[in-house]
């Protein structure tokens, strides 16, 4: 009998979720995708398609806005991991950089990347020798260490908001609209980032995105989700090259740019679900 080894099974998977906010609207219908260990995976869709939602049901944080995973489950190292808090989450190597970066506007940069120790035991050494790696990935943070966190740039912001996430020592960072509110150059630089500490950290990502041409490129897999459904799936450079990908997410049809509204809604459905 075949048995799949450890190494082998995906490092977090969401089985056929459902997520039902105020017990009574259905925002995520049936959403499964895997993660696999040392991996880069995007979930991708407009606005209010469900993207959030799911990393906040794989973090725990779905209860703080009244909302519930009420079928399905979700595993992480081979456990089930629902009922856990979101900092026993963190401590197990799990955590989310929250969408709009969060950072403590009162602290200095340096005092918010160390609240991401909070959670570890294994000394100040130890901690203090992850700072300076962050540093090494974020030199900007370095310089501003001092500064108060509130009065830097938003790009500045999502570095220490990052960061903060790799002071918790994760395996797996869930990294929500990171180019959100920043200049195409400092996207750029943001995923550039998140591709050195996934090659040479071993640091598995999940991430949210809107941007789907900066997402695909550096992703190993996608996920489209539209509607609380996931409606396509695939290796990042085929999802790029699909004709249905490039005619609503990138802009690039055969027949030249098009919006959602010179298309009917089932027709895409249709062929998207065929």
């Known amino acids: 009998m075949l048995q799949q080894t450890e190494d082998a099974a995906p490092l977090l998977q969401v089985n056929n979720i459902e ?15 895997a993660v696999p260990r040392g991996g880069i995976v995007a979930i991708l869709g407009a606005n209010g398609a469900g ?33 856990l808090s979101p900092s026993e989450l963190v401590k197990r190597g799990c955590i989310q950089v929250m969408e709009g970066r969060h950072c403590f506007g009162h602290l200095s940069i340096e005092e918010n990347l160390m609240t991401g120790a909070f959670t570890r035991n294994d000394g100040r050494g ?14 900007r943070l370095k310089e501003r260490r001092k500064s108060q966190a509130g009065y830097t740039s938003g790009g500045e912001q999502q ?24 200049a195409p150059q400092l996207v750029e630089e943001i995923f550039e980032i ?27 897999y996608g996920y489209i989700l539209e509607s609380g459904r996931i409606v396509m799936d695939g290796d990042a450079r085929e999802l790029r090259e699909n004709e ?22 089932y027709k895409r459905r249709k062929r998207w679900l065929s």
Do not use: W
């Open 19 to 33: 997520v039902i906010y105020n017990h009574v609207i259905l925002v995520l219908k049936g959403v499964s995708l």
């Open 51 to 83: 993207k959030t939602t799911t990393l906040k049901a794989i973090s725990n944080l779905l209860h703080a806005e009244r909302g519930e995973v009420t079928k399905g489950n979700i595993v992480f190292q081979g456990n089930r991991i629902e009922n």
């Open 244 to 265: 249905d990908v490039k005619e609503f997410y990138l802009g690039i049809g055969g027949e030249g740019r098009k919006s959602f509204r010179d298309v009917k809604h």
């Open 126 to 139: 130890a901690i203090a020798a992850d700072l300076e790696k962050v540093y090494a990935y974020f030199p």
């Open 194 to 220: 998140v591709r050195d500490l996934n090659a040479k950290e071993g640091v598995s990502f999940l991430l949210a995105e809107q941007n789907t041409n900066i997402a695909l490129r550096y992703a190993t």
């Open 159 to 182: 570095m220490c908001a990052i960061g903060r996430a790799l002071m918790s020592k994760p395996t797996t960072i869930l990294l929500d609209e990171p180019s959100m509110g920043l």
